[in-house]
């Protein structure tokens, strides 16, 4: 079964890190675009980094630029979002996701996903 499973979601204190891991079963993520997506509650899902696999090009969200870092691993065909600095803006549900090559920002999103995880909830409180 097609799938993308997600791990590492939590709760944290401002100033923290996390690392979410989303591993993917039955398709080789490595011939995909990857992207993180999240959706605070009372907002729209937007589109938080992705990585291209064309040439590994990395393109992150302003508010997340030089905190968060989106990365793969071939051998494992997992990806990871490393989240440091978490501030309580971060809290939403986080989704990872697979589809495409190229990572195509349209309107807040990333378009072309084609696969994606259940989502799994980070929580920044003090």
């Known amino acids: 079964q097609l799938q993308l499973v997600e791990s590492g979601g939590g709760s944290v204190q401002p100033g923290g890190s996390l690392r979410l891991s989303c591993a993917a079963s039955e398709f080789t993520l490595d011939y995909y675009a990857i992207a993180w997506f999240r959706q605070a509650p009372g907002k729209e899902r937007e589109g938080v980094s992705c990585i291209s696999a064309t040439d590994g090009s990395t393109y992150y969200k302003d508010s997340v630029k030089g905190r968060f870092t989106i990365s793969r691993d071939k051998d494992k065909n997992t990806m990871y979002l490393q989240m440091n600095n978490l501030k309580p803006e971060d809290t939403a549900v986080y989704y990872c996701?697979?589809?495409?090559?190229?990572?195509?920002?349209?309107?807040?999103?990333?378009?072309?996903?084609?696969?994606w995880g259940k989502g799994m909830l980070v929580t920044v409180s003090s």
């Open positions: 996701a697979a589809g495409g090559v190229m990572c195509t920002y349209y309107k807040d999103t990333y378009e072309g996903m084609e696969y």
